[in-house]
């Protein structure tokens, strides 16, 4: 599997991102996908996660400003993030089928 984040950048508190990760990944379609991120002095962590089917489930720090979604003819991953505060800044890393893809910083800064 190899994956390639893209994205991040430098926002406002309250604005918005939208990451893609591009996964070249046989059969991609029957596999699981996510995103997470590591926050300064923090460990990595998962905070979004869709099924093949496309079943989301959230990180408590992320649900409701978060949103994930795949498109399966494209092997793509996305990740919609609204309402971004500082606490959500750090670098962030799609996951297909187990494996972690190198990370796009995000910066929620003014």
């Known amino acids: 599997v190899q994956l390639q984040a893209s994205g991040g950048g430098l926002v406002q508190p309250g604005g918005s991102l939208r990451l893609s990760c591009a996964a070249k990944?046989?059969?991609?379609?029957?596999?699981?996908a996510g995103w997470g991120r590591q926050t300064p002095g923090s460990q990595r962590e998962v905070v979004a996660q869709?099924?093949?089917?496309?079943?989301?489930n959230y990180a408590k720090s992320v649900k409701g400003r978060f949103t994930i979604s795949r498109d399966n003819a494209k092997n793509m991953v996305y990740l919609q993030m609204d309402s971004l505060s500082a606490e959500d800044t750090g670098i962030y890393y799609c996951?297909?089928?187990?494996?972690w893809g190198q990370g796009t910083q995000v910066t929620v800064s003014s």
């Open positions: 990944a046989s059969r991609f379609q029957f596999v699981f």
């Open positions: 996951k297909v089928a187990g494996t």
């Open positions: 869709i099924t093949p089917d496309g079943v989301t």
